[in-house]
């Protein structure tokens, strides 16, 4: 098959998992149920044992992406010698309902008559397991690695290489055909194709509700459009069921062609969180900004203070790294890795961030309660303890311990923030829950002489 380059694919999402889908009309990155799930598609790292899933016309000049406007449906569309087609990509988002997780593909003919192919074949478990297939009435059902995936087709399939499942048909202007991926549930029966209209109503769904989300942009500047697409694609990497953001939906793809860092990012590292969540906040998204602090809370209560670099989007603290040594990486760049090994590191510099977010969320977002007054008094309390010490660093160094100036730089960020979050309160603008209980729980002294001795010391540090 070979490889795209990286910026050659669009994203879609439906707020648990996140899809790639190349230039080529190639789905090569797919987890299911969840971002850190084991992957179904994965041939962006390996393109002979990854899998994929390729709709698209037999034959074609060039092709080009694009989003609908204000929304993460993606379009798709290629100039064939016959004519014109259009692929359209997206997971449904029902607000209502329990996530299915149904990825939805879409090709219609604009203009001509045009031969199109499709080839879905999975390859569970990052391709570490095997599957078998059985064609049904309207699909077939891939099961592998206790997983069972479900292809509803309009068109009817047949087995290719490795137990796929392809189909060549042809469309001239005005037709289309839609299809359905579905993991299904241990007592879920295989699904129809939606018929025309059910698909326009699942689409239409997916595009008022992206497009009421971004509504509540209060970003008016020159750089709108460009504000606007940025921010639906921090949204895409939000878990909905947490309100935790991964650093990004993929893993191992590498920082340099044939280099060693291949890193899983599909987690929460706290340093890049905070940044994204200021940014959501500023332009006007402050549930998202909500749930985050609730989320950071939760990781605060019972650790004492210490936080780790990274998180798995659930809470966990246990990321254990597995290289994959089956896959050959993108375009060879092995080795591809899942999991990280930093959760464990001493990173001093993300607590600067994560209470310089806590500050910004006080100030643009809603007012801290005591909750989160109480974890910052945690933070704080280990931090004055604490910071002194050598860490990895924002640059993840592994084995080591080194002293960093920019973490020391950051915990002074992290010392103002603290100091003005205590002004805030001293003002009334940390919300009073419970009472009086404020009253009887005094701030933390380094809002006063230790605060100043602390900042001190820092500024002494980071001058050596």
Known sequence: MGYLPIEEHGIIGDLHTAALVGTDGTIDWLCLPAFDSPSVFASILDDERGGHFSLRPAEYTRSQQLYLPDTNVLLTRFITPQGVAEVLDFMPIEEDLEPRHDLIRDIRVIRGRITVDLDCLPAF?????????????????????????????????????????????????????????????????????????????????TLDYWRRWISKSNYSGRWREIVNRSALALKLMIYDPTGALVAAPTMALPQTLKGAYNWDYRYTWLRDAAFAMFVLIRIGFRDEAHRFMDWLQQRCRGSGGLLQPIYGMDGRTVIDKVDLHHLSGYCGSGPVRVGNGIYDELQLDLYG???????????????????????????????????????????????????????????????????????????????????STLARHPLPRAGGADLRRARRALRGSARK
């Not at 990052?126 to 479900?150: C, D, M, P, S």
């Not at 310089?356 to 931090?383: C, F, M, V």
């Open 353 to 435: 961030a994560v209470l310089d977010a806590a500050y910004l969320y006080n100030k643009y977002g809603a007012p801290l309660d005591y909750e989160d007054w109480q974890s910052l008094r945690t933070l704080l309390g280990w931090l004055s303890e604490n910071w002194h010490q050598p860490d990895a660093g924002m640059w993840d160094v592994q084995d080591a311990r080194l002293e960093c100036k920019e973490a020391k730089l950051r915990q002074a960020l992290r010392l103002r923030s603290a100091g003005r979050l205590t002004a805030a309160h001293a003002r009334g603008r940390v919300r009073r829950s419970h009472g």
């Open 125 to 205: 478990d990052y391709a570490r397991q095997q599957h078998t297939i059985e064609f049904i009435e309207g699909g077939v059902l891939f099961r592998g690695a206790g997983t069972a995936l479900n292809l509803a087709s309009v068109v009817p399939l047949k087995e290719g290489p490795n137990r796929s499942a392809v189909a060549r048909f042809e469309l001239k202007e005005g037709e289309s055909a839609a299809f359905v991926l579905h993991q299904l549930d241990e007592r879920e029966k295989p699904r129809e194709a939606p018929e025309r209209p059910e698909c326009q109503e699942l689409l239409q769904g």
